[in-house]
């Protein structure tokens, strides 16, 4: 008696989906709608492939794998490179792959996800304030502050990777 699921059987892979815990959004649809709506805010004025970046590591800190899936696929059709998305994870041992600027938001999204001290470190906030004019480093804290909300309901209502197509949800 074999004590395979169906799932581990398919021609995938993969093991069986874990369901999700909630479907937040159909429960506080008022709440989801203001995230897309300070998505939307957030994201002006940076340039499409940096706050994919952005989205892409944040949701690696946390462990966000609806997000990763999401952002991995909308910065592919933003004509991001897989090298450089995979490279993403070791960005201080690959920083040849990334642009001052690019890794001064990456070092910033690092430091506000994980708040390690308490803060965001000086140098690290001087490094991104010289790369970006003061509206622009705005829009990129912003758009830190929504992704992390983001994986934080991904995480904890278990939302299902593997189903997002980029365009899909507009």
Same mark, same amino acid.
């Given at each position: 008696?074999?004590?395979?699921?169906?799932?581990?059987?398919?021609?995938?892979?993969?093991?069986?989906?874990? @369901?999700?815990?909630?479907?937040?959004?159909?429960?506080?649809?008022?709440?989801?709608?203001?995230?897309?709506?300070?998505?939307?805010?957030?994201?002006?004025?940076?340039?499409?492939?940096?706050?994919?970046?952005?989205?892409?590591?944040?949701?690696?800190?946390?462990?966000? @794998?609806?997000?990763?899936?999401?952002?991995?696929?909308?910065?592919?059709?933003?004509?991001?490179?897989?090298?450089?998305?995979?490279?993403?994870?070791?960005?201080?041992?690959?920083?040849?792959?990334?642009?001052?600027?690019?890794?001064?938001?990456?070092?910033?999204?690092?430091?506000?996800?994980?708040?390690?001290?308490?803060?965001?470190?000086? @140098?690290?906030?001087?490094?991104?304030?010289?790369?970006?004019?003061?509206?622009?480093?705005?829009?990129?804290?912003?758009?830190?502050?929504?992704?992390?909300?983001?994986?934080?309901?991904?995480?904890?209502?278990?939302?299902?990777?593997?189903?997002?197509?980029?365009?899909?949800?507009?």
């Amino acid at each position: 008696m074999s004590t395979e699921t169906e799932a581990e059987s398919a021609d995938t892979p993969y093991a069986a989906e874990q @369901a999700p815990r909630l479907s937040w959004h159909q429960y506080a649809p008022e709440v989801y709608k203001a995230m897309i709506r300070l998505d939307t805010a957030a994201k002006r004025g940076l340039e499409p492939r940096l706050y994919e970046l952005v989205k892409i590591r944040a949701s690696q800190l946390n462990h966000c @794998a609806f997000c990763l899936d999401m952002h991995t696929r909308d910065a592919l059709a933003a004509g991001e490179s897989v090298e450089r998305i995979v490279q993403l994870s070791a960005w201080e041992e690959s920083r040849h792959f990334y642009t001052e600027k690019e890794l001064a938001a990456i070092e910033l999204t690092e430091a506000v996800t994980v708040l390690t001290d308490g803060f965001v470190p000086d @140098a690290v906030y001087e490094r991104a304030a010289r790369h970006f004019e003061e509206a622009e480093l705005s829009q990129l804290i912003a758009a830190i502050a929504v992704i992390n909300a983001w994986n934080r309901f991904g995480v904890t209502t278990r939302m299902t990777p593997g189903h997002y197509r980029p365009g899909a949800h507009k």
